[in-house]
T-cell receptor, first 111, second 113 residues
Framework: SQQGEEDPQALSIQEGENATMNCSYKTSINNLQWYRQNSGRGLVHLILIRSNEREKHSGRLRVTLDTSKKSSSLLITASRAADTASYFCATGYNYGQNFVFGPGTRLSVLP | GAGVSQTPSNKVTEKGKYVELRCDPISGHTALYWYRQSLGQGPEFLIYFQGTGAADDSGLPNDRFFAVRPEGSVSTLKIQRTERGDSAVYLC???????????FGPGTRLLVL
């Protein structure tokens, strides 16, 4: 299966702590995207990282990509209760075609 | 500007019926994607359009599912002879071009009784 796998499946932390989620995949990719989904709502794009990039930042978010290990991580610093959501990685194997989502990490940030 | 919109937001139908789900992408976006998401799962790819043509329909589960995008903008996902297993949230996304950030609509929640 080409599917990316997020790890852990569920994560519970206190407000103010950092949250790290990982995504592993099996075959070479062109790019990898991270999305957030609040319960019952649409997916919100967070960051896209291309295969020739190693790290990207956006506000409190930091994404790394290690193509040698076929893995990516999403770090959320100084978490807030509003960060509570499911987080998905989506791997792109051919430009514009067939983005494959993993099962997601369910993050709970406790006040 | 307006984001991706999907109609209806909810659809309840009976087993065996035909349904159509509509997606209005962001204006100017050439790429359009359909996904299906079951409870507790990640989105499952169904089909991708570049312009008017289906560039990749490998995710359609069987021939009861069909999608069109006749003018390269609005797309319709059509499901014939619906089954209870088709119940899911159907998500549409668009992007400015191939391999770029996808912007998702709110989804259509389909329930087949």
């Amino acid at each position: 299966s080409q599917q990316g796998e997020e790890d852990p499946q569920a994560l519970s932390i206190q407000e103010g702590e950092n949250a790290t989620m990982n995504c592993s995949y099996k075959t070479s990719i062109n790019n990898l995207q991270w999305y957030r989904q609040n319960s019952g709502r649409g997916l919100v794009h967070l960051i896209l990282i291309r295969s020739n990039e190693r790290e990207k930042h956006s506000g409190r978010l930091r994404v790394t990509l290690d193509t040698s290990k076929k893995s990516s991580s999403l770090l959320i610093t100084a978490s807030r209760a509003a960060d509570t959501a499911s987080y998905f990685c989506a791997t792109g194997y051919n430009y514009g075609q067939n983005f494959v989502f993993g099962p997601g990490t369910r993050l709970s940030v406790l006040p | 500007g307006a984001g991706v919109s999907q109609t209806p937001s909810n659809k309840v139908t009976e087993k065996g019926k035909y349904v159509e789900l509509r997606c209005d992408p962001i204006s100017g976006h050439t790429a359009l994607y359909w996904y299906r998401q079951s409870l507790g799962q990640g989105p499952e790819f169904l089909i991708y359009f570049q312009g008017t043509g289906a560039a990749d329909d490998s995710g359609l589960p069987n021939d009861r599912f069909f999608a069109v995008r006749p003018e390269g903008s609005v797309s319709t996902l059509k499901i014939q002879r619906t089954e209870r297993g088709d119940s899911a949230v159907y998500l549409c996304a668009s992007s400015p071009g191939s391999g770029e950030t996808q912007y998702f609509g709110p989804g259509t929640r389909l329930l087949v009784l």
